[in-house]
């Protein structure tokens, strides 16, 4: 049969018609479909045993082990340092906290440290058409130095990219104890102003130093000035009784709000970026009674399993709104992991065998491997292929890696370009990394770790943690020794050097990190 001219014209308008019915397609809509969103989940404290998937300790957290067993799992992610701010400061700007002096634990009144002139994560991908936000814990300074609580507090995570901001200021042990949606402290009575003070007490007010007979949670070191809802805090604050949170209901509070973004930005072409820092299990720990007694560990057991169903509210919210194959998720922690970090919570009594800081040494605060080597994993389904990395990553790198998922030619300051390690396509990680805790840096540089000598106790008794300070250097291989039991620096003194060169290179700022070549 001999095809017509006009059965020719036929199909090539058909073909015309079905290219034209794709390609009108609003643009939105075409970015939403190569843009993934990206939620962006960050425990507080969480220790790298704590998580099962990773095989070292006795608690069950099913929701975390679906990430991490049909995603990656990476076994050599690091937090960029020991404590929450300066770990937040370089996850959200690509830059090494120790380039910011005031990059450290923040008192609630501290100012905003990150400058809104500057690059961040969610100032990123807004310029690629992303919905932003930050439902959790922020700590990283408000305002400019002296605080209004009553009135607009700015600047704040509004003002370095966030579109939506439902935060806690500081920590859970921190005043002041009120959630902060945009700038404006919810649930506020004009008529019951909020004063904070970090000096001093306001008169007439109790303390947990002085009235031991109103707490239902017992300090141990710090954690004796206001007292809120039966937990004496750091810092002064009086006023404010309407807006103070409920410590239980904590955890649902910020669930309900990630579901709800989750569910109003399904709605809306553009892809979306939430940020969801966790409270848990940072003190003081307060699981929903629901959660009491589930992981025969007390609080802190008991917040991590919280946390875990959290996450796993989150997974299925997504999964309802049909999210799941064009979102990237990402978990990790801010920091390693502490049994006792101020207040008498039966975590160091009831831990049994489980090992929060798993095969590693130290713990939050510490030098040692357990301070910063933190659980990671990115999932998506359908698109990440499920294995374990041993890549050298860090949380460092988000900034340049998801600028380059999205088509930005940011960079980070300090931050590598790992998109494909993080996707699992490469197996190639950083060759260097200078990590931090409490203003002191060691240097993580293939398999080998220096630390530079430091004085200062080598335990914190109270928190009871090797701090990782030293008279000499020390100087571990961590293929061979994760535990880092055996100082090499006398017996490998050309290694030792040759990191040494490394370390002060990077640090006197002379050498960009990238262009270091390991001997
Ligand atoms: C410490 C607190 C600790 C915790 C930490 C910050 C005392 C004695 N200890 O100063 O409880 O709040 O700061 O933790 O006050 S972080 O995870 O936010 O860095
Ligand atoms: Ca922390």
Partial sequence: MKISDFQIVCFTVFISLVVLSCDSKSNSEELAEKKPNIVLIYLDDLGYGDVSAYQSGTLQTPNMDRLANEGIRFTNAYASSATCTPSRYALLTGTYPWRNSNAKILPGTAPLIIDTAQMTLPKMLKEQGYQTAVIGKWHLGLGT????????????????????????????????????????????????????????????????????????????????NSIVNGIPRIGFMKGGQSAKWSDIDMADHFLEKGKKYIQEQAKSENPFFLFFPMQQPHVPRTPHPRFEGKSGMGPRGDAILEADWVIGELYKTLEEEGLLENTLIILSSDNGPVLNDGYYDDAVEKLGDHTPAGPFRGGKYSLFEAGTRVPTITYWKGKIQPGVSDAMVTQID????????????????????????????????????????????????????????????????????????????????????????????????????????????????ENKVEQLELK
């Fill in 398 to 509: 988000l900034l340049s890696s998801l600028a380059a998922l999205v088509g930005s030619g940011e960079q980070g300051p300090d931050s590598q370009n790992l998109l494909e390690t993080f996707l699992g396509e490469s197996q190639k990680g950083r060759e260097v990394f200078v990590l931090e805790a409490t203003s002191r840096t060691a240097l993580r540089a293939g398999d080998w770790v220096i630390i530079p000598p430091y004085p200062g106790p080598e335990v914190q008794t109270q928190v009871n943690i090797e701090l990782g300070n030293s008279k000499d250097y020390l100087l571990f291989n961590l293929q061979e020794d994760p535990g880092q039991e055996k100082n090499l620096a006398a017996e490998n003194p050309e290694k030792l050097e040759e990191l040494k060169k490394i370390y002060q290179e990077i640090r006197s700022g």
């Fill in 145 to 224: 130095g002296q605080v209004d609580w009553n009135q607009e507090i700015s600047p704040g995570p509004n003002q370095v990219g966030f579109d939506h901001a439902h935060i806690l200021a500081a920590t859970q042990d921190r005043v002041p104890t009120v959630y902060i949606e945009n700038g404006r402290v919810v649930n506020l009575d004009p008529n019951d102003p909020i004063l904070v003070d970090y000096e001093k007490n306001f008169e007439g007010e109790p303390t947990g130093l002085d009235n031991p007979e109103l707490l239902s949670m017992k300090w141990h070191h710090g954690h004796n």
